[in-house]
Nanobody
Framework: QVQLVESGGGKVQPGGSLRLSCAAS????????MAWYRQVPGKQRELVAI???????NYVDSVKGRFIISRDNAKNTVYLQMNSLKIEDTAVYYC????????WGQGTQVTVSS
């Protein structure tokens, strides 16, 4: 049974930081490209950051220089360090694992508000 369990969401003021974690089980983690997506009500889910099995990384333009994606293959975990958070970063953040099949986590709410 595949599980992706996100944690680390919450409420933070503009300019603050949060670190999201996604712990994977039931997959051979090292084979998977891991990504973080986000979604706000009424809009399509958006790719935020992606890290391949080989460590190649890409970000959506709106988070470049502020967010850092990383993975720890020994812990089967992918992280998203979010710095200099803006109100427009408010969304539900989802972890995604993609290899031959695609899996999603349940999502974690991030709210940036003063």
């Amino acid at each position: 049974q595949v599980q992706l369990v996100e944690s680390g969401g919450g409420k933070v003021q503009p300019g603050g930081s949060l670190r999201l974690s996604c712990a994977a089980s039931g997959i051979i983690f090292i084979f998977y490209t891991m990504a973080w997506y986000r979604q706000v009500p009424g809009k399509q889910r958006e790719l935020v950051a992606i890290i391949s099995s080989g460590g190649s990384i890409n970000y959506v333009d709106s988070v470049k220089g502020r967010f850092i994606i990383s993975r720890d293959n020994a812990k089967n975990t992918v992280y998203l360090q979010m710095n200099s958070l803006k109100i427009e970063d408010t969304a539900v953040y989802y972890c995604n694992a993609n290899h031959r099949y695609q899996y999603w986590g349940q999502g974690t709410q991030v709210t940036v508000s003063s």
